[in-house]
């Protein structure tokens, strides 16, 4: 197992990344001989309990730690305030108290919602996330980012909330299905794009080891990935914990990939729809100048790789997503704000050092309208 010690600079919180293939046995042996609580609530959801989390709780009560399992059903319509107030109860009902410690065991939801229960319980515990999904252990495990969602609208209220420690391992990706495998991996194209040209070109070198995952370079290749990802985003958020301006290029492709993400009924996963957001934001970087027309067909050809989208379905109009855009917490003064790229591995800064960038209304209308016409 390897790690990677990460300096939080807001917080003075400094957590480790430990990145592995099958490495769970030594985690569970990590948590007894360095314990994080003198009680642990593993909190994951429906599916991921009879698929990992049963069999972790089991070995972790084995070590002779107190734990208890509590899950609730997998889905985004469960990251919700119910859930969490029930996770509450959970944990008041069985006289949890400030010396506990929450393990997130699960998905990008398990890890947002448990996140936030660990953020508020008590004013605060310790949590250690233990990611599942390509989503989680690239992205959304790490960064202090936990929230639940309303009905006015997706990750409202939440708080930052780091954890003590990531435990990754690749070994739980086997028995996730395809399309969550597959459209995960978005979000590390997406930390080469922003970051790291190097991790661009090993995505794209490995591509064949990373998509198939019955080769048996495919467990090296993953621990590899992830390691280069994790240390980038890392870098990222170590920086700019709080999101005042660095943090904000985690945000690339997806301006209008979350309008489309919502504008397909979720139908489209989270990560297919930041294909097309960044397929999309691409073209805009090339058409206002900022980049070449080499590095946005190459952006376009790593997407269609990975047998992700890089068109807008015809059933979404532009006019709804302008509407959309303009009610995301991100737009100001009634202009979408964008992460455009200078290059691939460096996004462009504007001035005053700003990564982000407004468009106006009409000029974003007549991009969407040229993306739509074009044909590579
Ligand atoms: N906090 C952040 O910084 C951040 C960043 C990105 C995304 N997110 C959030 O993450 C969520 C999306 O994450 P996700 O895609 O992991 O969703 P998810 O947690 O719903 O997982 C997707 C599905 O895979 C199942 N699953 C999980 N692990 C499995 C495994 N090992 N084997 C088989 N099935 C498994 C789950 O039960 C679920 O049905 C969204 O709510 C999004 O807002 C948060
Ligand atoms: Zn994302």
Do not use: W
Request: neutral net charge; contains cysteine; hydrophobic residues 40%.
């Amino acid at each position: 197992m390897e790690e990677i010690t990460v300096q939080v600079n807001v917080s003075q919180q400094e957590y480790k990344i430990y990145i592995g293939y099958n490495i769970l046995d030594t985690v569970i042996k990590h948590i007894t001989q360095s314990p994080y609580g003198n009680r642990y609530a593993v909190i994951t959801d429906s599916t991921v309990k009879t698929l990992h989390a049963e069999n972790f709780a089991a070995k972790m009560k084995k070590y002779n730690n107190d734990v208890l399992l509590f899950d609730f059903p997998a889905g985004e319509i469960y990251k919700t305030r119910e859930t969490k107030q029930m996770l509450d109860d959970f944990l008041l009902d069985n006289r949890f108290g400030r010396d506990s410690a929450i393990i997130a065991f699960g998905g990008g939801v398990v890890g947002d919602v448990a996140g936030f229960v660990a953020a508020t319980f008590m004013r605060g515990i310790p949590y250690i996330q233990v990611p599942t999904t390509t989503i989680a252990q690239a992205d959304s495990s790490i960064g202090g980012k936990t929230a639940v969602d309303y009905p006015q609208g997706k990750n409202l209220i939440g708080a930052f909330h780091h954890p003590c420690s990531v435990f990754i391992d690749t070994i739980t990706l086997a028995t996730l299905d395809e399309r969550n495998f597959t459209s995960g991996l978005i979000e590390v194209i997406k930390h080469g794009l922003i970051r790291d040209k190097n991790l661009f070109d090993f995505f794209n070198r490995n591509s064949e080891y990373i998509l198939s995952r019955d080769h048996s370079e495919h467990a090296r290749t993953m621990t590899d990935l992830m390691r280069k990802n994790c240390t980038i985003k890392n870098e990222i958020v170590a920086k700019d914990a709080k999101e005042n301006n660095l943090r904000k290029i985690l945000n690339y492709g997806h301006t209008i990939g979350h309008a489309i993400e919502h504008l397909s009924g979720y139908s489209l996963l989270h990560g297919e729809a930041i294909a097309v957001g960044i397929a999309t934001e691409a073209f805009f970087s090339y058409k206002l100048g900022l980049s070449s027309h080499e590095d946005y067909i190459e952006q376009r050809n790593i997407i269609k790789k990975i047998h992700l989208p890089v068109t807008i379905p015809g059933e979404i109009k532009n006019e709804d997503i302008m509407k959309l855009m303009l009610l995301d917490k991100k737009a100001k003064a009634k202009q979408p704000e964008f992460v455009l790229l200078k290059q691939i591995g460096e996004t462009f800064l504007f001035e005053g050092g700003k990564t982000t960038t407004p468009i106006p209304e009409a000029d974003v209308m007549s991009l969407l309208k040229e993306f739509r016409q074009t044909k590579s």
